[in-house]
């Protein structure tokens, strides 16, 4: 199905009127997928590069994330137009070689004053006696991320890597390189990886570079000396001897954020390592594939095993799609309408893999009267009726939008406006054995560094 307005439920007179919905892409005024949503569901639901299977593949977001985390993803949708738009999407993304410059000069970044004064205390001395070199362990693994000729050394001495990061030691859980005291053996050595060094800053979503949030956590936060002192070696080594002489003058003198000057190779290397953290490895996307066909024979068109079933169905005719006969959202009556959507579901479950999950994102609909079809909880009986467990249900709230002014007549009748969907999760298997194909669920602790940079 295209990109839909996911402020469902209430479309249009929010009685059943049927609207017909034409228009693609960035101008036709429907919003995308979450992304966001996506991102979890891949992460919790999906081992590492399994493959994703998408039997209402109308917009391009799921495919684009999924390909962009490495998951091969297979999308079917009837509208040809609605396929090359996915397409072309796709290719301005995939395609695009990577921008990690301005297009002119040297790249800038914003120091941000406000986090360049955080104070820390870091001494050798604190280190041996308290800290004991928490900064670079996470609360469930090592967070040294390597670039890739470092991630060589790392090899060539006896250490182990993987996806770019570097194992801890099988006896004690943390870094190899940690001696008992904390400090680091590697320290005033070429051998130490640009990430540790330059590990106290990450730059976010507005090329301002910030402190780690890990770092803010820290018990050396909160005293000491501000963090352009503190870590004044990481800041040479980023930015350069001179241009953080620069920088640090500025902060000392009580100036405010300041645009730096700084070296393509450290901006690249910051920004490809702090990938590596988020599980983001570039040279392992995979360009998603969408095919052009009626899921109703989704096993002969996508035929395969696959490790997770992930989708947006349409909402059968609050909107209408297209005239094509397959379509589900031009269907006559609405038991017409589940009954397809049922045999899809069942196709998809069968092709599911084994202890694998499957996830739909659903509304409720009213009916011409105003009286709610119960679609999540057809949904849940037809994912249940095709051997799949009702596992997980998350609330996506939908930005409110026109909401106000949409729901102000049907408010006469007493129906209240809809801004969410329901997240249906199942799963197909032992519950048991979750953990052992999926292991531990790893949040990084970056993951709020740039929400809480961007405050």
Excluded at 38 to 58: L, T
Excluded at 246 to 260: E, F, P, V, Y
Excluded at 358 to 379: H, N
Excluded at 395 to 414: A, C, D, H, M, W
Aim: charged share 25%; proline share 5%.
């Amino acid at each position: 199905m295209p990109a839909m307005d996911y402020r469902n439920g209430e479309r249009g007179t929010g009685n059943g009127e049927r609207i017909m919905t034409e228009d693609i892409g960035e101008d036709s005024g429907a919003s995308i997928f979450d992304p966001v949503l996506c991102e979890i569901a891949y992460r919790w639901f999906c081992p590492d590069g399994g493959s994703i299977i998408d039997p209402f593949a109308g917009g391009s977001v799921r495919g684009i994330v999924a390909g962009y985390l490495g998951h091969p993803y297979t999308g079917i949708d009837l509208r040809a137009d609605q396929i090359e738009a996915n397409e072309k999407q796709a290719d301005d993304i995939f395609n695009k070689p990577e921008e990690t410059k301005q297009e002119t000069g040297t790249p800038q970044v914003t120091i941000s004053s406000k986090w360049a004064n955080h104070l820390f205390q870091c001494s050798e001395e604190y280190i041996t006696k308290i800290c004991h070199g928490s900064c670079c362990q996470g609360s469930d693994r090592v967070l040294i991320s390597l670039l890739t000729e470092e991630a060589t050394r790392q090899e060539e001495m006896g250490f182990q890597t993987e996806n770019g990061l570097l194992l801890p030691s099988p006896e004690t859980g943390k870094c190899p390189h940690k001696k008992t005291s904390g400090l680091c053996s590697l320290h005033f050595t070429d051998d130490k990886p640009f990430g540790c060094i330059a590990s106290p800053f990450t730059l976010n979503s507005a090329n301002t570079l910030i402190i780690r949030n890990r770092y803010n956590m820290m018990k050396c936060h909160g005293k000491g000396e501000p963090a352009y002192v503190c870590f004044r070696a990481s800041l040479d080594k980023i930015f350069g001897e001179d241009e953080a002489e620069r920088i640090c003058t500025h902060l000392s003198n009580g100036g405010g954020d300041i645009q730096a000057n700084i070296p393509e190779e450290s901006y690249n290397a910051i920004k490809y390592l702090d990938g590596l953290k988020h599980g983001i490895q570039p040279h392992n996307q995979i360009k998603p594939r969408w095919i052009c066909g009626n899921s109703e024979k989704i096993t002969e068109i996508a035929p395969g095993q696959y490790d997770l079933v992930f989708s947006c169905p349409p909402y059968y005719d609050l909107e209408v799609y297209s005239d094509n006969a397959g379509d589900l959202s031009a269907l006559g009556t609405y038991d017409e309408f589940i009954q397809t959507y049922r045999g899809i579901i069942k196709q998809c479950c069968d092709m599911l893999k084994d202890n694998r999950f499957a996830c739909f994102v659903v509304g409720d609909i009213r009916d011409k009267k105003g009286i709610y079809r119960g679609f999540v909880k057809d949904t849940i009986i037809a994912f249940e009726d095709a051997g799949c467990k009702f596992y997980n249900e998350g609330i996506l709230v939908n930005v409110i939008g026109s909401l106000p002014i949409r729901i102000t007549k049907q408010f006469e009748y007493r129906k209240l406006g809809k801004c969410h969907q329901n997240v249906l999760v199942f799963f197909k298997g032992d519950p048991k054995k979750i953990k052992e194909e999926f292991g531990v669920v790893s949040i990084p602790t970056e993951a709020l560094e740039q929400k809480k940079g961007d405050d």
